[in-house]
């Protein structure tokens, strides 16, 4: 364990940091071991190729013994305390707030007046007017107004500072920024799973306070305004204008979001139209394309390391829920080398299956989604619906029966390992999907209560096709 935890933390490691590492371990204020140092200068003959490290060898070269493997294992285990307080260092330099705030408490603490003062003014003058306002900003801000705080009230005799409203709404803000983060993830788990008992203490109150400084919100901490209306979407899901006002937000702001908030914020808005097309939404279905549309424009595909292959996936099956087979086409072209390697081949068959489906190319799309290795659920069900509708275009209905069955024990077998949502959006569409190719529904009443008890389900996948391909 000891030794995983040693290969773990190296191989984290970039060159810069692995010399800076050196740097840590030869200065004898941080470490004043010089066995240590050897092991270090032992690893970097090794570096970036730590999987040839052997404990024989490293006990020869360290010891001038392939048996002292003990002694060894010891001075690992030392390597890695070191390491931590690396890491620790690295944490603490790339967050220089942090550090002025520590500092500016140990002054505060300490009486030491003219320092505070000092360090106090030049905080204010680099303090960031950034956009992107994070945990760690709201924490830093509200730690230095508490410093601030305390250090005035150390000196005043009769009366509290007058700036105690200002160090509450800091407070206020951190608390707000980072309960928001939570209830997002809180109540996406309460949605699915019947079982949960997940906390949302506050956020009746979250939501109050935010309503009652909407405005100024807006302009001064947009991304806690941008979070509320992703939090919005999710808990009044009904209620599209928050939907359209988080669209709106984002689209208008991107030129200042960064990467990592463009990315949720988009991300936020894709759940959203896609819950709604699962719905049978048809206004919903462009908005969704929409969604693809906007944040390809962008360049926000470009600009990401990665195409996560379920987003992938998405931007080809709304832009053929649309009929726009051409953009689905360009997109597989494009991103096609931006997919994690595990995943690229079966996303990349499973896209062109999607295209050849929409041209009508029914045999060919078989032959590839045929050659499909299903890494996990979402790839064998997506495939599968995609399989069952050639089958439903081709009439195969003996096949189509073979396959729903197959489908049905899938699910039933891995119940536990879906979502509750996600294991009804496709139960019930092969349930739906059984009831349509069912010889003795194919009377006109049977078929007007079929559609509709179909167009009131919620949750439902393909929905549109469904009500699209049932006979009239």
């Given at each position: 364990m000891?030794e ?5 933390l ?11 590492l ?11 071991t010089?066995?240590i ?11 970036p190729y ?16 392939t ?17 931590e307080?690396f ?15 520590s500092l ?7 009486n ?14 680099i303090f960031?007017?950034e ?13 230095i ?9 150390e000196r005043?005799?009769?009366k ?14 951190h ?19 019947s ?11 979250i ?9 100024l919100?807006?302009k001064?901490e ?12 999710i808990?009044r ?10 669209k709106?937000?984002?689209f208008?702001?991107l030129e200042?979001?960064s ?6 914020f ?8 896609l819950?709604?097309?699962?719905e ?7 908005e ?5 549309r ?5 360049f ?5 390391p ?12 709304a832009?053929?829920?649309v009929n726009?087979?051409?953009?689905a086409?360009?997109?597989l072209f ?6 994690i390697?595990?995943?690229k081949?079966?996303t990349?068959?499973?896209?062109k ?8 190319d ?12 299903y890494?996990?659920s ?14 439903y ?7 189509q029966?073979y396959?729903?069955?197959s ?11 879906l ?5 009804q959006?496709?139960?019930?569409y ?11 529904n194919?009377?006109?009443?049977k078929l ?16 549109e ?5 049932l006979?009239k």
């Amino acid at each position: 364990m000891k030794e995983t935890r040693f290969f773990e933390l190296l191989k984290n490691l970039s060159e810069k940091d692995f010399r800076r590492l050196g740097e840590f371990l030869r200065s004898p204020y941080f470490n004043k071991t010089q066995a240590i140092v050897s092991l270090y200068n032992y690893l970097g003959k090794l570096y970036p190729y730590f999987e040839k490290f052997s404990l024989e060898n490293a006990s020869q070269a360290l010891f001038g013994n392939t048996k002292k493997i003990s002694k060894l294992r010891s001075l690992m285990s030392d390597f890695v305390k070191q390491l931590e307080k690396f890491y620790q260092q690295i944490a603490i330099e790339d967050n220089p707030l942090y550090l002025s705030n520590s500092l500016l408490k140990y002054y505060t603490e300490n009486n030491l007046t003219s320092s505070f003062q000092t360090l106090q003014k030049k905080i204010h003058q680099i303090f960031p007017k950034e956009f992107n306002r994070d945990e760690n900003f709201y924490y830093n801000k509200m730690m230095i107004s508490l410093s601030e705080f305390h250090f005035k009230l150390e000196r005043n005799e009769e009366k509290l500072p007058d700036d105690i409203e200002y160090v509450s709404e800091n407070i206020d803000l951190h608390f707000v920024s980072t309960k928001l983060n939570m209830l997002h993830f809180l109540y996406y788990y309460k949605k699915s799973n019947s079982k949960s008992e997940a906390d949302l203490s506050f956020s009746n109150d979250i939501i109050e306070y935010i309503k009652s400084n909407a405005k100024l919100l807006k302009k001064e901490e947009p991304i806690i305004y941008m979070k509320y209306l992703v939090l919005m979407t999710i808990w009044r899901p009904d209620e599209d204008q928050f939907y359209y006002e988080l669209k709106s937000f984002v689209f208008s702001k991107l030129e200042n979001l960064s990467l990592s908030n463009s990315e949720f914020f988009i991300s936020a808005l894709m759940n959203y139209t896609l819950e709604k097309c699962n719905e049978g939404s048809k206004k919903f279905q462009q908005e969704r394309f929409e969604i693809y549309r906007l944040t390809e424009k962008n360049f926000i595909f470009k600009k990401l390391p990665f195409v996560n292959h379920i987003d992938f996936q998405n931007a080809i099956s709304a832009s053929i829920g649309v009929n726009n087979v051409r953009f689905a086409e360009q997109f597989l072209f494009d991103y096609k080398n931006k997919l994690i390697p595990e995943f690229k081949k079966d996303t990349i068959s499973l896209a062109k299956a999607q295209i050849l489906f929409a041209k009508k190319d029914y045999d060919e799309a078989l032959n590839i989604i045929n050659k499909i290795d299903y890494l996990n659920s979402i790839f064998y069900l997506k495939s599968k619906i995609l399989q069952s509708k050639i089958y439903y275009m081709q009439k195969e209905t003996n096949s189509q029966y073979y396959l729903i069955d197959s489908v049905k024990h899938y699910l039933k077998r891995n119940e536990s390992k879906l979502s509750k949502s996600s294991y009804q959006l496709y139960w019930k569409y092969f349930v739906y999907l059984q009831k349509m190719i069912n010889p003795n529904n194919n009377t006109k009443s049977k078929l007007l209560d079929l559609r509709f008890d179909l167009e009131r389900e919620t949750n439902i996948a393909s929905k549109e096709w469904l009500l699209e391909n049932l006979p009239k």
